[in-house]
Each structure stands twice: as structure tokens, then as C-alpha cells.
């Protein structure tokens, strides 16, 4: 994601220099799941071992940390993240409970009526593949959907493009390109 990679936590430079060129994609969510068509239901979730999560109150940010990093984020300082959860307006993360970890997690800010940009959408690599990160984002998608916001956006590496399509994500609608002013590159032209 874009944003994620070059403001909030930066990519790891041997991701960065692959990608760069190719970082500014910008999506909006063209359709509406709901709760009824979840590719995975919760029950089934809590079958194999996962609980969804809604607030960050059992959430311990050491570990979440850890999957961040696991996946090629850098660590975050976690009295930044916390600040970051504090300000983010839904957020999902799901359990696995026989460790009380957090395997996958996304959350989204916005402002609440119009839009939302969804971030740091991350699953431990271990549970990679079972369909955590998809059930994380239909259920953040229709999260903000009831809030009544139409205009959801996201910014996806290009390996991570295949993972979004399915889930209603278009990149460049109608040609909108995203933009994004970055410290870092304000830093490189000094
Ligand atoms: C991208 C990520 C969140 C996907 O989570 P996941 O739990 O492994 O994905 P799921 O098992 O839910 O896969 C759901 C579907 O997306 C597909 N998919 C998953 N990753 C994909 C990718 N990189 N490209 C294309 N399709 C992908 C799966 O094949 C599956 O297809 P299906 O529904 O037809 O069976 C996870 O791999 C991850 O954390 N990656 C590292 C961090 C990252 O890149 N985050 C995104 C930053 S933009």
C-alpha cells in the first residue's frame, strides 16, 4: 500500500526499489458485500481457531508489531501505533486462539461520512493462504459501508493488485491517478 509503504511504515529497500515506479495505485470499492455474502462465515472462523476482533482493547501491540515486521514492514515505535489505532476509524483483527496472537489485521481511517483509505492490511505469514486476509477485508468493507461511506480507497503494491480485484477494487477509476507527497522524496531532492 502505497501510503503505508512511504509515510507510515516504509517498505524495506529491496521491496521499495522494485516497486517504486509502479507505487502510486489508487482503488475504490465498486461493490457492496455484506454480511451475508462473507466468503467465510465467523462461525466457521471460530471453527479452525479465529475470532474476529472489532476494538483494539485485547489487541497487544508488541505482537502486532511483530506481524508487521514478519511481513517486511519495519517496527513501529507501538506508542505511534496506538496513536494510529486511536485515530483510525474501524478496524478488524482476528485471534488465533490457541497463542491469543493476532494473525491478520486491517483498519481503515476516514472521515467518517464520505471516504475511508483502508491500511495496513497484513496476515502472519504463517496463516497466509487460508483466506484470513480476505475475510478481514470483506468484513472492514461492509464495516464501513453501514457507516454509509461510498468512496473507499486503498493503495496496493502491484503484487497485492490480484488480492484487491476480487474483493471490488478497481485501480485507476475513470483514469484517477493518487498522488502522494512524501517526506521521504521531499528529502531526496535536497
Ligand atoms: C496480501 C495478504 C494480506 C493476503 O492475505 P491472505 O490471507 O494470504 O489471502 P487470502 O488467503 O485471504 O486470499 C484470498 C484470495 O486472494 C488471493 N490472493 C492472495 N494474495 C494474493 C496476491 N498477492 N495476488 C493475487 N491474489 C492473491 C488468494 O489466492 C485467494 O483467492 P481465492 O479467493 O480465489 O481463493 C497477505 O498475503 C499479506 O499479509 N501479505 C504481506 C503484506 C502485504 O503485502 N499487504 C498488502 C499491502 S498492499
Same mark, same amino acid.
Given at each position: 500500500m502505497l501510503l503505508r509503504g512511504i509515510i507510515s511504515s516504509p517498505l524495506p529497500s529491496s521491496l521499495r526499489l522494485k516497486t517504486h515506479k509502479n507505487l502510486t495505485v489508487s482503488a475504490q470499492i465498486k461493490t457492496q458485500p455484506t454480511s451475508n455474502n462473507y466468503s467465510i462465515s465467523d462461525q466457521a472462523l471460530e471453527s479452525r481457531g479465529f475470532i474476529l476482533r472489532r476494538t483494539i482493547?485485547?489487541? =497487544? +501491540?508488541?505482537? +502486532? =508489531?511483530?506481524?508487521?515486521?514478519?511481513?517486511?514492514?519495519?517496527?513501529?515505535?507501538?506508542?505511534?501505533?496506538?496513536?494510529?489505532?486511536?485515530n483510525t476509524d474501524s478496524l478488524l483483527w482476528v485471534e488465533y486462539t490457541k497463542t491469543s496472537k493476532p494473525v491478520a489485521f486491517a483498519r481503515a481511517t476516514g472521515d467518517g461520512v464520505f471516504n475511508a483509505i483502508i491500511w495496513d492490511v497484513v496476515v502472519d505469514p504463517s496463516f497466509q493462504g487460508i483466506g484470513l486476509g480476505k475475510a478481514v477485508m470483506e468484513r472492514l468493507i461492509h464495516q464501513l459501508l453501514l457507516k454509509g461511506i461510498c468512496n473507499i480507497a486503498l493503495y496496493s503494491e502491484p503484487r497485492v493488485l490480484g488480492f484487491y480485484r476480487p474483493l471490488g477494487f478497481v485501480a485507476d477509476p475513470d483514469g484517477i491517478r493518487g498522488m502522494v507527497y512524501s517526506t521521504r522524496k521531499q528529502k531526496q531532492k535536497k
Amino acid at each position: 500500500m502505497l501510503l503505508r509503504g512511504i509515510i507510515s511504515s516504509p517498505l524495506p529497500s529491496s521491496l521499495r526499489l522494485k516497486t517504486h515506479k509502479n507505487l502510486t495505485v489508487s482503488a475504490q470499492i465498486k461493490t457492496q458485500p455484506t454480511s451475508n455474502n462473507y466468503s467465510i462465515s465467523d462461525q466457521a472462523l471460530e471453527s479452525r481457531g479465529f475470532i474476529l476482533r472489532r476494538t483494539i482493547d485485547e489487541l =497487544n +501491540l508488541d505482537h +502486532l =508489531n511483530s506481524v508487521f515486521v514478519a511481513v517486511g514492514f519495519p517496527k513501529r515505535d507501538p506508542q505511534k501505533i496506538r496513536v494510529a489505532l486511536e485515530n483510525t476509524d474501524s478496524l478488524l483483527w482476528v485471534e488465533y486462539t490457541k497463542t491469543s496472537k493476532p494473525v491478520a489485521f486491517a483498519r481503515a481511517t476516514g472521515d467518517g461520512v464520505f471516504n475511508a483509505i483502508i491500511w495496513d492490511v497484513v496476515v502472519d505469514p504463517s496463516f497466509q493462504g487460508i483466506g484470513l486476509g480476505k475475510a478481514v477485508m470483506e468484513r472492514l468493507i461492509h464495516q464501513l459501508l453501514l457507516k454509509g461511506i461510498c468512496n473507499i480507497a486503498l493503495y496496493s503494491e502491484p503484487r497485492v493488485l490480484g488480492f484487491y480485484r476480487p474483493l471490488g477494487f478497481v485501480a485507476d477509476p475513470d483514469g484517477i491517478r493518487g498522488m502522494v507527497y512524501s517526506t521521504r522524496k521531499q528529502k531526496q531532492k535536497k
